[in-house]
């Protein structure tokens, strides 16, 4: 039986992994990453092996509140928590941006932490990202990923070649476009994969080395094959949001009768949109790929963008409904929130908002919403199938 | 009863749940009454004065000075100051035990934790932010949803395998946190011990934030927990000893002897709080 | 207040008339000093509905401000703000574009053109004047509407303003990154609620040339940018002499920053905090450099006679990281305890002379300006633009505490409060964390600020 998904689900659930001890033991380095624009191919061109930072399996807070307040999203609380607790002890560095005003506080903290409790390790960058994707935002950001690369090099003690780049870019583009495709897959109706289940497969794939993300890939591709995982009948969502690493809320929303077709998350969709074009010089292609995907709401003249991006999404996978999630205290998506639900009344599209912590908080409350909006959204659609039966009629 | 070092002053410690009353006598802790805040809080804090007062065996005429601390302090009628209960649970603890360092304030609504030297001036303090679940009243709220008496809470704390992690900062959500799990047949014991890990939890981040040193110990209604004193010993690796004979009445102790001026500091015979 | 929040540019024009009448008294410093402390009993304690029109004027005009040398400079200020209100309230007769200008961006370029400047956060100072109640009703309107709950307070007025009829609808749209989400995400709000034209100026990270040409070449491109949709070309002239203005207002500025680590200490960070406001809606107005000069001159006058800006001092505070603007709390804190305000967060000037010789030179002392300017220099980098300026404001400035008035907005603060915490506790400075808003209210009443506050103070034996 294909395990593929299992597998993943596995995977996502975990910390740590066995495919990173693997690589640990082979010699790699790992170095793990925040937010969706730290190129991962520049990691891996300088031999290591990148890793996207997960709260998954923290235990709580006491710890990472030493730094930050009740005012600062869990996301962040909860890693650096996990850090504090030692249970990030397999990095060999990480890499921060500024994506939003908690996470680049982590560079800040984590720093400290290091000078006054001997937290490793000792490789720690800030990778600073624009908040515009204009020319000259992307130059800068190019500039950017130069001394990137010249850290990666101090650190490896070797230097990155452009070939080497180059072959990176593509062994990621492979990975993107089948997942891609994957995704796409998904505006079948019924659809074949749970909107769980690849949620589940894209976290998997940011915690492994390169090869077995393929391979992963490569089996989960096969499984499709003559599968449904939805029924005719099911209300289609996209989901919509920040930092979701924890396929449990997707599954929540299938329980309630759901089936998220589609998402536009931190650790989905969004990080494995658009491809580096080969064409151009790899750095400068890299660069260009990474400041030019879907982006999020910490671009500030980007939403206009976004926006055509989810009306074209929800046409081409035909849902009925958008669902949108942020963090407690996240000032982007509450912002982005406000302008989703405008566009979706310009779009006469049902909309629901919720708010979440990163691990529980009142799961029993976003259930009962859920339920209560997909039960809405059924009788909407049973109201226009009807009328439209009568039309033709 | 003029002599000053027989001087009877009395301390209000006016929090969200109880109002604490301590009369000393000559630096002594002579009597103390506690009485549940409902209704009119003026007529609460008469009510715990003169029952404090009646443990004392003085007549309420002969408490020469007043003082109040806590959330509601500024309530108090008649009260010649009101102090923070950060000091005033540092001069309780210290009279009471000298060598104390470190004050672990447990109470209603607020977890303060208050570093101390060598002669009780409390150095540094902290309280939990807001909107934390980190409260005796919300341990209360839950232990009241599952229908446990509040004095059964330690026992039946004891009784869990596996407490449930509450992750919500915030106590109505936290709250409704708990109503799911109840709803989904979570076992009431590993309810309770969750909540009690939660605030157990809050007060150890605090103790880091503060940098307390040693020794430490709990003062406050949670004090008298015996599964909170507990599991905040094990999360922290410290002793945290409820500070004896009454842990909730020591920042009123506090209040009684920083009105009495037994401190030696003049400017402690303190000017009305406005 | 009901009535000013449903006329349209009620409360702009409430605080003009009540504005017009304190420009009117500052022609007479000293009989405007008279009557301001006969104002203080009637308004130091609270606010009530009788006093509400008046107290936070009076108020704002503490100690250091009522000098009579201070109190004459206001008379620019206020010059500078009634230009500036009407300059929307009244577009009809200017007939100018209006362009709108977040308040943490440094707009002096604007002025080299012919528009209408309006930053719409001042709306959060103006409903002040009205009463806090009139501050909070803009607040809810914009939380009603769907706004987050967690966005700073002053990004809910710029949207609240607009939902009300308060603000000027804008032809074109300016913004930053800096210095937070909250602005990051609402301007992106108000692009969409306004359909006007927008352009961002992308803040940079570090403190180095290349960051400095990246937002130079950021400069241009807004030139570019208002050229273009407002069918003018930048007056390089005009633009010189803001610069000129600024330079003189910065250099002035920064000396008393400087004043004031003197003991006893010649002025209060509230004279450097009125001139914020200025800077908000005016930054490089020729009033704006009177006043600096003005009040540069008076402090000085004091630094050399050995006198202080209150007859005792007793406490130094350095105040991080807001002001309490729905309640000014320096004339309580001076008169209650002898408290002055010697350094804080928001008012003090770091100066970078700009070289007005070249559109070039301009160029890049602008670019270095803006990113030197109050909340951009601490909050847009890591966490060392914060801490080393704390640290040498601790060395510097024989502070007896540090008071944190934890403002909810800003989430990055929230996120080193250990650092500073730290930072304290190593200096062996007392130190008192709070959580408040700059602008609302309801976080934390001044009630319970001034409770904490005295509390504090006497638990620390500074009172």
């Known amino acids: 039986m294909n395990d593929a998904f299992p597998e993943a689900r596995l995977l996502a659930a975990s910390s740590a992994n066995p495919e990173l001890e693997r690589a640990k033991a082979r010699g790699k380095r790992i170095i793990g990453y925040f937010c969706s624009y730290v190129p991962e191919e520049m990691i891996h061109a300088a031999g290591c092996v990148p890793y996207r930072m997960r709260a998954t399996g923290s235990r709580g807070t006491t710890r990472g509140d030493t730094y930050f307040s ?28 500024n994506g939003c005003d908690h996470a680049r506080r982590l560079y800040d903290n984590w720093r400290d932490a290091g000078k006054k409790l001997g937290l490793g390790p000792d490789f720690l960058h800030m990778l600073v990202v624009p908040h515009k994707v204009s020319d000259t935002a992307l130059s800068r950001y190019e500039a950017e990923l130069r001394t990137f690369q010249a850290e990666l090099e101090g650190f490896s003690g070797a230097p990155i070649p452009k070939e080497s780049l180059a072959q990176a870019a593509v062994l990621y583009n492979e990975i993107r476009r089948r997942l891609g495709a994957l995704q796409a ?76 077709v589609a998402e536009n998350v931190c650790f989905g969709a969004r990080h494995f949109h658009r491809l580096v074009d080969d064409r151009k010089p790899p750095l400068e292609g890299i660069a260009e790929r990474t400041l030019r995907h879907v982006s999020c709401p910490r671009m500030i003249d980007d939403f206009e963008t976004r926006a055509h991006a989810l009306e074209k999404t929800l046409r081409e996978f035909r849902a009925d409904a958008v669902i949108a999630h942020k963090l407690k205290f996240c000032d982007l998506w509450g912002g982005e929130t406000f302008l989703l639900r405008k566009e979706a009344e310009r779009l006469n599209v049902p909309f629901l908002a919720l708010e979440r912590e990163v691990y529980g908080g009142g799961t029993g409350q976003l259930a009962t919403r859920v339920q209560a909006f997909v039960e809405q959204v059924r009788n909407r659609k049973g109201r226009f199938t009807e009328q439209e039966g009568q039309d033709h009629g | 009863m003029g002599n000053e070092t027989r001087m009877i002053s009395a301390g209000y410690d006016v929090g969200t749940r109880f109002v604490k009353v301590c009369v000393a006598r000559g630096g002594e802790m002579a009597g103390g009454a506690s009485e549940p805040v409902a209704g009119d809080l003026r007529g609460v804090c008469r009510k715990a004065f003169r029952r404090a007062c009646g443990r004392a065996g003085v007549s309420p005429r002969h408490v020469r000075r007043v003082a109040a601390t806590g959330f509601g302090a500024v309530h108090v009628n008649g009260a010649g100051a009101c102090l923070p209960v950060s000091l005033c649970a540092a001069r309780g603890a210290h009279a009471l035990a000298p060598a104390v360092r470190t004050v672990v304030d447990a109470g209603g609504l607020f977890l303060t934790v208050t570093s101390l030297d060598e002669t009780g001036q409390a150095v540094d303090s902290i309280t939990n932010d807001p909107c934390a ?23 039946r704390v004891q009784d869990s395998a596996s407490p449930y992690r509450i992750s919500s900062t915030c106590a109505v959500f936290a709250e409704s946190e708990v109503i799911s799990r109840v709803n989904t047949g979570a076992d009431p014991a590993d309810i309770l011990a969750g909540v009690v890990g939660s605030i157990a939890g809050r007060a150890a981040t605090l103790l880091e934030k503060v940098q307390a040193g040693e020794p430490m110990v709990l003062v406050g209604g949670l004090a008298r927990i015996d599964a909170f004193v507990r599991i905040f010993e094990g999360l922290t690796g410290r002793q945290a000893p409820p500070l004896s004979p009454y842990p909730g009445l020591v920042p009123a102790y506090g209040a009684a002897l920083a009105a009495a001026g037994l401190t030696g500091r003049r400017w402690f015979f303190l000017r009305p709080h406005r | 207040m009901q009535a000013l929040i449903t006329q349209r540019y009620g409360v702009a024009k409430h605080a003009l008339r009540l504005m017009r009448r304190t420009h009117r008294l500052t022609a007479h410093p000293r009989l405007f000093r008279v009557l301001r402390k006969a104002l203080d009993p009637l308004v130091l304690e609270k606010e009530t509905r009788w006093n509400q029109g008046f107290r936070w004027g009076t108020l704002l005009l503490g100690t250091a401000l009522s000098e009579p040398g201070e109190l004459a400079a206001t008379r620019h200020i206020f010059q500078d703000m009634l230009d500036y209100m009407t300059g929307y309230l009244e577009p009809e007769q200017a007939g100018r574009p209006v362009v709108w200008s977040e308040w943490n961006l440094s707009n002096e370029i604007l002025r080299g053109f012919d528009v209408t400047p309006y930053i719409p956060e001042t709306l959060a100072v103006m409903a002040q004047i009205a009463g806090t109640d009139c501050a909070v009703r803009i607040v809810e309107e914009a939380e009603a509407a769907g706004l987050p709950a967690e966005y700073c307070s002053a990004s809910k007025f710029a949207v609240g303003g607009l939902l009300l009829g308060q603000s000027p609808e804008p032809d074109l749209i300016i913004t930053s990154s800096h210095p937070c989400d909250s602005v990051t995400s609402v301007y992106q709000v108000l692009h969409y609620l306004t359909r006007a034209p927008l352009f961002v100026l992308d803040t940079p990270y570090w403190d180095d040339e290349a960051s400095f040409a990246y937002y130079e070449k950021n400069l241009r491109e807004l030139i570019s940018f208002l050229e273009r949709h407002l069918n003018q070309k930048l007056d390089w002239d005009r633009l010189a002499q803001v610069c000129q203005n600024v330079n003189v207002t910065n250099r002035c500025l920064q000396d008393v920053t400087e004043m004031a680590r003197a003991v006893p200490s010649p002025t209060s960070a509230e ?121 040498r404001i601790i060395e510097e400035y024989a502070g007896d505490c540090f008071l944190f008035m934890g403002h909810q907005g800003c989430k990055g603060g929230w996120a080193i409060l250990r650092l500073l915490r730290d930072i304290c506790r190593k200096a062996g400075i007392p130190a008192l964390f709070l959580s408040t808003d700059i602008f609302d209210k309801r976080c934390l009443s001044e009630e319970r600020i001034k409770q904490e506050i005295t509390e504090f103070f006497r638990s620390h034996n500074l009172a």
């Open chain 1, 70 to 97: 009740v005012l600062n999203c869990s996301f962040v609380r909860h890693c650096f928590d996990k850090a504090l607790h030692g249970e990030f002890g397999f990095l060999d560095g990480v890499v921060f941006t």
């Open chain 1, 185 to 260: 897959a998904r505006r079948a109706v019924p659809v074949p994969v749970a909107g769980s289940e690849v949620l589940d497969l894209s976290l998997a794939l940011t915690a492994v080395p390169a090869d077995r993300a393929l391979e992963l890939l490569t089996r989960a591709e096969a499984a499709l094959a003559g599968r449904t995982a939805g029924g005719q009948d099911d209300v289609r969502v996209l989901v919509t949001g920040g930092c979701l690493e924890d396929a449990a809320l997707f599954r929540m929303m299938e329980d309630a009768g759901a089936s998220v």
């Open chain 3, 271 to 391: 004279v450097l905090l009125f001139h914020w406001i200025d800077r908000m809606a005016c930054f490089g107005s020729a009033n704006g450099a009177r006043y600096a000069q003005a009040v540069y001159e008076a402090t000085q006058a004091r630094l050399k006679a050995g006198k202080g800006v209150v007859p005792e001092e007793r406490i130094r505070v350095i105040w991080y990281d807001v002001p309490v603007t729905f309640a000014p709390l320096y004339a309580w804190l001076e008169r209650e305890f002898g408290a002055v305000t010697v350094a804080d967060f928001i008012g003090r000037i770091q100066q970078v002379p700009i070289d007005t010789r070249s559109e070039e030179s301009i160029l890049q002392g602008l670019a270095r300006t803006h990113l030197a300017c109050t909340m951009v220099r601490q909050t847009r980098g890591p966490a060392e633009f914060y801490t080393t300026e704390l640290h």
């Open chain 2, 133 to 155: 679940a980190a409260s005796g009243k919300f341990l209360e709220m839950v232990a009241g949803a599952l229908e446990v008496p509040f004095e059964e809470v330690s026992a």
